[in-house]
């Protein structure tokens, strides 16, 4: 029998990464995770209902004592298989403005990271960001990673980091990340082809279509087909036969139980709930009389706060703030509410019977946080396939 391929997951979160690695059939032999409620959603999901035998270090991986632990698990130098990781993105966030988040400790998570490369020497690592890595104002922190890199014989695949579209994979979210793929000297490496080649693309290109977030959502009632047949209607110039025969070819998913523990939502006052009656379906802010004072004077940045998720393309990126919808494009399709906390972990491509646990903002900034279970199996997969 063949030996079982190994991983290990640095940053864990609540264990997307480590699903999909998992379904991969690899053997994840320890996860580090400093959020305590993520952990415990970790240990819940993964340990205890897939029986993987992962122990976790729910530490600050600064005081992860990377000897003791591979010591503590029977790691050897050179052995591990898999190194995956996506130390936090907040300090290269898009949403920092200026220079903000330059000097963020947190950037330096990416150096800590190589500690573990340096002292495992894994086969193959692989690190998940936010495309804000790549720039100006970060130069420094990707420079001294690339470069540790060199120094310690690992080939980064396309010698840079390159930017991965989940859409791109069948995740109903358009959700852009960077990754670095490098690989020890030694393996071969001339014929992998890095990153996947796409699954899914634009509805144009006559090939399998990006999936649309209708598919998230149970199908609506009548009325509301009908209203969302007039809407095309109107905005595409259609004839009643074409706007039809396009809601028709929308797909839609389950009914969320009610007994799952992540069909939660924001209670909003009657006031923001008035506000979500006013917007039409697709709409946004921009299509109500009501603007926040923050929002007047002609302001046009922010378009998707208080936005209907669309129903016929892949949805904005879900981030920690997805069940809030002053944070972006996250109120229900047609009901006037946020969407469910469910809602957002289908768009991370989690299973119904994958729980969150903590409050529900300690699930909301899991789950955006999180690496998308379809877009995480495409890409170890891929490596499976190519490296092992």
Request: charged letters at 25%; hydrophobic letters at 35%.
């Amino acid at each position: 029998m063949s030996k079982k391929l190994t991983a290990i997951d640095l940053f864990a979160g609540a264990g997307g990464f480590s699903l999909a690695a998992h379904h991969q059939g690899f053997d994840i032999l320890a996860a580090v995770e400093f959020d305590k409620k993520a952990a415990e959603t970790y240990r819940t999901n993964i340990v205890e209902r897939l029986g993987a035998e992962t122990y976790i270090f729910n530490q600050d991986i600064n005081e992860v004592d990377v000897h003791g632990f591979m010591k503590y698990r029977n790691i050897k130098q050179g052995e591990l298989d898999l190194l995956l990781g996506g130390p936090p993105c907040q300090g290269f966030s898009t949403h920092r403005i200026n220079n903000s988040g330059a000097n963020d400790p947190r950037n330096k998570l990416l150096i800590r990271y190589f500690d573990f490369v340096e002292a495992l020497r894994p086969k193959v690592f692989l690190v998940e960001n936010v495309p804000g890595l790549l720039w100006k104002r970060h130069k420094s922190h990707l420079n001294k990673f690339m470069k540790l890199a060199k120094q310690h014989n690992y080939k980064v695949i396309g010698n840079m980091p390159l930017i991965i579209n989940a859409k791109d994979y069948g995740v109903p979210q358009n959700r852009k990340r960077a990754f670095i793929l490098a690989v020890r000297e030694g393996i071969n490496i001339s014929d992998i082809s890095w990153p996947p080649k796409p699954t899914h693309f634009s509805p144009k290109k006559n090939l399998q279509s990006w999936v649309n977030a209708s598919s998230i959502f149970e199908k609506p009632p009548k009325m509301v087909l009908n209203q969302l047949t007039k809407h095309y209607k109107l905005k595409n110039d259609w004839d009643e036969a074409q706007a039809k025969k396009f809601v028709e070819s929308l797909e839609f998913g389950s009914k969320i139980l009610n007994s799952d523990p992540c069909n939660i939502r924001m209670m909003h006052t009657k006031s923001v709930a008035d506000r979500f009656t006013q917007t039409p379906l697709n709409g946004s802010r921009e299509d109500i009389v009501f603007r926040l004072p923050c929002h007047k004077n002609g302001y046009r940045g922010h378009k998707d706060v208080y936005g209907r998720i669309l129903f016929h393309t892949p949805s904005n990126t879900m981030t920690t703030g997805c069940n809030n919808p002053s944070k972006g494009r996250f109120v229900h399709p047609w009901l006037d509410h946020g969407i469910t906390l469910r809602h957002a972990a289908r768009f991370q491509s989690f299973p119904d019977d994958f729980v969150f646990l903590g409050s529900s903002t300690e699930q909301a900034r899991q789950i955006g946080n999180a690496v998308p279970l379809g877009l995480g199996i495409e890409l170890i997969k891929n490596i499976k396939e190519y490296l092992f």
